[in-house]
């Protein structure tokens, strides 16, 4: 990439987050940033740093059939669940203020846990960048959309691949289309009744073989509609992860598009999945030091990637009832942790049998770089909003001048 067009995504990327930016994190959010970053760098088997960003699914649960998802598939081997409130409400008060980025999506459909909202409203509170992903293919109120667009939420990512019932249906299976569109256009005009920044609306497109005729309809639609952004995505097809049936593996081998622009299987996409290439196990993985995963059911995975209970770490739950929170730093200084971080580093011989010893996904073991760039830049554009608003204060006024009406400026929703 050159210069010109890393100038040009970082601008545009300026741009989208201005808007909902989170206020500049406090002083002890960069020690701990810092903190985290020696640690990594020293690859410590226990770790005094609260995580960076956190995934935090609200449920494993979901309507749609999807047949690249576990869920969809039908093929966890956790209980169904939702996320209790308590205790996300114990994790925020203990990490929440470090913390700069969470995810409320993962392995199921978001908006079916009931206390979503309150949620991100916590994590608002806390000044945390959040994100949220749904196929909003349920019924939705628009009483909930406002609720969501109030909640602060920073991203909501709307997830329609087609730009009709056949195509979109033919992933996103039980899917309806119309109903999606129409749940896409409440909430859109929810921010705008409500006067709100947030949060940023994105209609993501996976493309596909059998849908990448729609993409210049859904982008129109998408237009017509006043989505902030539209995106293009590609998938990833392989099944070595999910073990798709010997029909659906049959089709998705169909599926790649022909555009070599979206497809990970052509040599020319600059994250082409070569298919001879051998696994290569890094000797870090920055997830252990910077992330980590959350299940709804308090499970905590080593990453985004593993969705099964029996890999999980630790629990955030103690038995009981109600259940009883547990430490989240406690949880990833347990054996677990500190058994797989001294692998890693060369100072244990002797196998751990954790599913990071032959990681699913090695591609993103590198995480701390782009969690450094995250952090970064929204700490650079948070500190641009902060400038600008000391510029827009009126002088004070003089105690012998008269009393002047006061410019009235409208207040946005979410600071």
Same mark, same amino acid.
């Given at each position: 990439?050159?210069?010109?067009?890393?100038?040009?995504?970082?601008?545009?990327?300026?741009?989208?987050?201005?808007?909902?930016?989170?206020?500049?994190?406090?002083?002890?959010?960069?020690?701990?940033?810092?903190?985290?970053?020696?640690?990594?760098?020293?690859?410590?088997?226990?770790?005094?740093?609260?995580?960076?960003?956190?995934?935090?699914?609200?449920?494993?649960?979901?309507?749609?059939?999807?047949?690249?998802?576990?869920?969809?598939?039908?093929?966890?081997?956790?209980?169904?669940?939702?996320?209790?409130?308590?205790?996300?409400?114990?994790?925020?008060?203990?990490?929440?203020?470090?913390?700069?980025?969470?995810?409320?999506?993962?392995?199921?459909?978001?908006?079916?846990?009931?206390?979503?909202?309150?949620?991100?409203?916590?994590?608002?509170?806390?000044?945390?960048?959040?994100?949220?992903?749904?196929?909003?293919?349920?019924? $939705?109120?628009? *009483?909930?959309? @406002? !609720? #969501? %667009? &109030?909640?602060?939420?920073?991203?909501?990512?709307?997830?329609?691949?087609?730009?009709?019932?056949?195509?979109?249906?033919?992933?996103?299976?039980?899917?309806?289309?119309? $109903?999606?569109? *129409?749940?896409? @256009? !409440? #909430? %859109? &005009?929810?921010?705008?009744?409500?006067?709100?920044?947030?949060?940023?609306?994105?209609?993501?497109?996976?493309?596909?073989?059998?849908?990448?005729?729609?993409?210049?309809?859904?982008?129109?639609?998408?237009?017509?509609?006043? %989505?902030?952004?539209?995106?293009?995505?590609?998938?990833?097809?392989?099944?070595?992860?999910?073990?798709?049936?010997?029909?659906?593996?049959?089709?998705?081998?169909?599926?790649?598009?022909?555009?070599?622009?979206?497809?990970?299987?052509?040599?020319?996409?600059?994250?082409?999945?070569?298919?001879?290439?051998?696994?290569?196990?890094?000797?870090?993985?920055?997830?252990?030091?910077?992330?980590?995963?959350?299940?709804?059911?308090?499970?905590?995975?080593?990453?985004?990637?593993?969705?099964?209970?029996?890999?999980?770490?630790?629990?955030?739950?103690?038995?009981?009832?109600?259940?009883?929170?547990?430490?989240?730093?406690?949880?990833?200084?347990?054996?677990?942790?500190?058994?797989?971080?001294?692998?890693?580093?060369?100072?244990?011989?002797?196998?751990?049998?954790?599913?990071?010893?032959?990681?699913?996904?090695?591609?993103?073991?590198?995480?701390?770089?782009?969690?450094?760039?995250?952090?970064?830049?929204?700490?650079?554009?948070?500190?641009?909003?902060?400038?600008?608003?000391?510029?827009?204060?009126?002088?004070?006024?003089?105690?012998?001048?008269?009393?002047?009406?006061?410019?009235?400026?409208?207040?946005?929703?979410?600071?």
């Amino acid at each position: 990439m050159g210069i010109a067009e890393g100038w040009r995504r970082a601008r545009d990327r300026y741009r989208t987050l201005a808007p909902i930016a989170p206020p500049l994190k406090p002083a002890a959010a960069y020690v701990n940033w810092a903190r985290a970053n020696w640690e990594m760098w020293r690859q410590t088997s226990t770790i005094r740093a609260k995580p960076l960003k956190l995934t935090f699914d609200p449920t494993n649960v979901c309507q749609l059939r999807c047949p690249l998802c576990p869920t969809g598939l039908g093929i966890q081997d956790r209980d169904r669940s939702r996320a209790r409130l308590h205790i996300f409400e114990h994790l925020m008060e203990e990490i929440g203020d470090e913390l700069f980025f969470l995810d409320f999506y993962n392995w199921g459909e978001p908006l079916l846990n009931k206390h979503l909202e309150d949620m991100i409203e916590i994590a608002t509170a806390k000044g945390i960048m959040t994100a949220m992903s749904s196929n909003l293919s349920l019924p $939705l109120t628009d *009483e909930r959309a @406002r !609720r #969501l %667009v &109030r909640s602060g939420l920073g991203e909501l990512i709307c997830s329609l691949d087609g730009a009709s019932q056949e195509p979109y249906a033919r992933y996103r299976r039980r899917g309806n289309f119309e $109903l999606a569109v *129409e749940n896409l @256009r !409440r #909430l %859109v &005009r929810a921010k705008s009744e409500l006067g709100s920044p947030r949060p940023t609306i994105i209609w993501r497109f996976y493309v596909f073989r059998f849908n990448e005729h729609e993409i210049d309809r859904a982008r129109e639609m998408a237009e017509e509609i006043g %989505v902030d952004r539209f995106v293009l995505g590609s998938p990833y097809l392989g099944d070595s992860q999910f073990h798709l049936s010997e029909a659906d593996d049959e089709e998705a081998r169909s599926w790649a598009a022909t555009d070599p622009a979206y497809n990970r299987y052509h040599p020319s996409h600059p994250e082409y999945v070569d298919p001879d290439r051998p696994v290569e196990i890094r000797k870090r993985c920055d997830w252990h030091y910077v992330s980590s995963a959350v299940n709804p059911d308090g499970g905590v995975a080593p990453c985004c990637a593993v969705f099964e209970k029996a890999h999980d770490f630790g629990d955030l739950e103690a038995p009981g009832d109600p259940p009883t929170a547990v430490r989240y730093m406690d949880v990833v200084n347990n054996p677990s942790f500190v058994a797989i971080r001294d692998r890693f580093a060369g100072r244990r011989d002797e196998p751990t049998g954790l599913v990071c010893e032959e990681c699913p996904t090695p591609d993103i073991m590198t995480y701390g770089k782009i969690m450094n760039r995250h952090v970064a830049f929204l700490t650079l554009v948070s500190l641009v909003n902060a400038i600008r608003r000391i510029g827009r204060r009126p002088p004070e006024r003089s105690a012998l001048a008269p009393p002047a009406a006061a410019p009235v400026e409208p207040v946005p929703a979410a600071e």
